[in-house]
């Protein structure tokens, strides 16, 4: 898989997530910690860490499209292709 690709299906994610993330009031400093973790990871190569702070992201906020969709991506680098079916679905 090409990192264009991936590129690609990240920037939909953080589109696609615009909206929900900027509806979150309460949890949303706590979110945004997760979040800058995680992307920190993904740049390190260290996914189990960025699935960690994803998942987190998901537990303060189950509808949050871009960390299921990071999540995803994650997956379907890892060749677990129904756990990112399910996670793109989430998303």
Not at 31 to 37: L, P, V
Not at 74 to 79: D, E, L, V
Not at 82 to 87: C, D, H, L, Q, S
Request: proline share 2%.
């Amino acid at each position: 898989m090409s990192k264009g690709f991936l590129w690609h299906i990240f920037l939909a994610s953080c589109l696609m997530a615009g909206n929900r993330l900027s509806a979150q009031t309460s949890n949303w400093p706590e979110i945004q910690q997760h979040y800058k973790r995680a992307q920190e990871a993904l740049e390190a190569k260290q996914d189990a860490v960025a699935i960690k702070e994803f998942r987190e992201i998901v537990r303060l906020d189950p509808k949050n499209a871009s960390a299921h969709a990071n999540l995803g991506v994650i997956a379907f680098t890892q060749k677990d292709y129904a756990r990112a079916a399910k996670e793109f679905r989430a998303a």
